[in-house]
């Protein structure tokens, strides 16, 4: 799933290279993912784009008074086209999602894999509008995040760490991914309860969140579109690297499965040698 570094990237990279240009094409290839119908996706053609920008993990596009708004999902993605296919997208049963056609020539299709079906579209005059936008919790790389703005989004919060670090409510931009990635930088258990995170663990959660995405940020700028998918794996230190050796202390770095969702962990780093129970393989022995 994109997340907070990649959005951050697509972001930039739709703003650097479509800027300017005026929409000449906007054409659906999937009628489920749009999830508006005013103003409609048409409303878009003979717009000028201004730029990008990322809200958690939506990516906004600017279209002068219009906006473009894109939820990637599990299996979305954006695939810079130069020049854009001649042929007309039409709805149906592949993984095109959106075809956008651009002034200079080039434009972009917004796809997603699989049988899930999650991307979501949205043609709105404020971001704001979209419920998913309106309910996101602080950004942990906005300028106003810091330990007490974690604090303040950890209070009244229950459950598991791993759980509540994805939860767009909480913190907007972190998913399954880099929440993996952070507990392991943070050197907390994944299942360990928020209600019972002392003062240095909340300090620890705090670096690990702003170094953690700052440095996949980073490695992001400048990449292609088509470039960031790899550059995210190639970062990741433990998350779907279940088997192979921890970087940091060379112990095997293990796997749980955990609703319908599989998460990575280094059990010396992360539980104190302990093996995490896999509830997949409970179930299967009972």
Same mark, same amino acid.
């Given at each position: 799933?994109?997340? =907070? ?31 508006? +119908? ?25 279209? $002068? ?6 939820? =990637?999902?599990?299996?979305?993605? #954006? ?19 959106? &075809?956008? %056609? ?16 999650? #991307? ?8 704001? /509008? ?6 996101? %919790? ?21 459950? *598991? ?14 998913? @399954? ?17 928020? $209600?019972?995170?002392?003062? !240095?663990?909340?300090? &620890? ?17 400048? *990449? ?11 970062? #990741? ?12 202390? %060379? ?5 749980? +499965?955990? /609703? @319908?969702? !599989? ?6 780093? *992360?539980?104190? %040698?302990?093996? =995490? ?7 299967? =022995?009972?």
């Amino acid at each position: 799933m994109p997340e =907070l570094p990649e959005v951050e990237a697509l972001a930039l990279f739709v703003s650097g290279h479509a800027r300017g240009t005026v929409v000449e094409r906007a054409e659906l290839g999937s009628l489920s993912a749009l999830k508006s +119908y005013d103003p409609p996706l048409s409303a878009l053609v003979g717009r000028m784009v201004e730029g990008a920008v990322r809200r958690g993990k939506y990516l906004c596009i600017d279209l $002068g008074g219009l906006w473009l708004v894109a939820h =990637l999902a599990r299996a979305g993605w #954006l695939h810079w086209r130069d020049p854009v296919p001649p042929a007309r997208a039409r709805p149906g049963k592949g993984p095109l999602g959106l &075809r956008v %056609g651009l002034s200079s020539g080039a434009g972009f299709d917004i796809t997603e894999q699989g049988t899930e079906k999650r #991307l979501a579209l949205w043609v709105v005059t404020d971001p704001a /509008s979209i419920e998913g936008v309106a309910r996101l %919790g602080p950004d942990p790389l906005g300028a106003a995040f810091d330990v007490t703005a974690l604090k303040a989004a950890l209070a009244g919060t229950g459950g *598991q760490v791993k759980t509540v670090l994805a939860d767009q409510s909480v913190i907007a931009g972190v998913g @399954n991914a880099y929440s993996d990635e952070v507990l392991w930088a943070a050197k907390l258990s994944p299942f360990k309860a928020v $209600g019972k995170l002392d003062p !240095s663990e909340v300090e &620890r959660l705090y670096r690990a969140l702003k170094g953690v995405l700052g440095a996949a940020v980073e490695r992001s700028l400048g *990449q292609a579109a088509k470039e960031l998918k790899d550059a995210k794996r190639a970062g #990741l230190a433990v998350h779907g690297r279940a088997g192979q050796p921890c970087p940091e202390c %060379g112990t095997l770095v293990r796997e749980v +499965y955990l /609703s @319908n969702r !599989s998460f990575q962990y280094c059990p010396t780093c *992360q539980t104190g %040698g302990k093996v =995490l129970a896999d509830r997949r393989l409970s179930r299967l =022995l009972k």
